[in-house]
C-alpha cells in the first residue's frame, strides 16, 4: 500500500545510507524498521508471554556460567573466521 509521510531530513539519509549499506532498498529498510516496532509495542502489552531463561541447556540442570571473556573469546573468534571468509571471497 501507498502511502505519504514526512521524516526528518537526517533521519532519512541515515535511513538511505543504511539500506545501501545493507544492499536493501530504503522500503525494505522501513518496512522492517516500522514492523520492528509495533512487534516491540505488541510485546510490551504482554501479548506474547515472557521468556524464561535460559533458552538453552537442560532446565533441571547445572546452570551453565560464561564469563564476559568467554563472550570476548567467542567474539574474537567469529571475527577471524568471518575475515578468513571475506579474505576467500576476495581471492575468487
Known sequence: MRTTGELPEEL????????AARGESL???LTKAVASELGRSHRQRGKLG???LPLFG???GKPIKITGE???R???EDD???ARRAMRQRAK
Request: charged share 40%; aromatic share 0%; proline share 4%.
Open 58 to 60: 537442560d532446565p533441571k
Open 27 to 29: 522500503k525494505s529498510l
Open 74 to 76: 567467542a567474539l574474537v
Open 50 to 52: 515472557r521468556v524464561k
Open 80 to 82: 577471524e573466521i568471518m
Open 12 to 19: 532519512m539519509k541515515h535511513a538511505k545510507a543504511e539500506a
Open 70 to 72: 568467554d563472550i570476548a
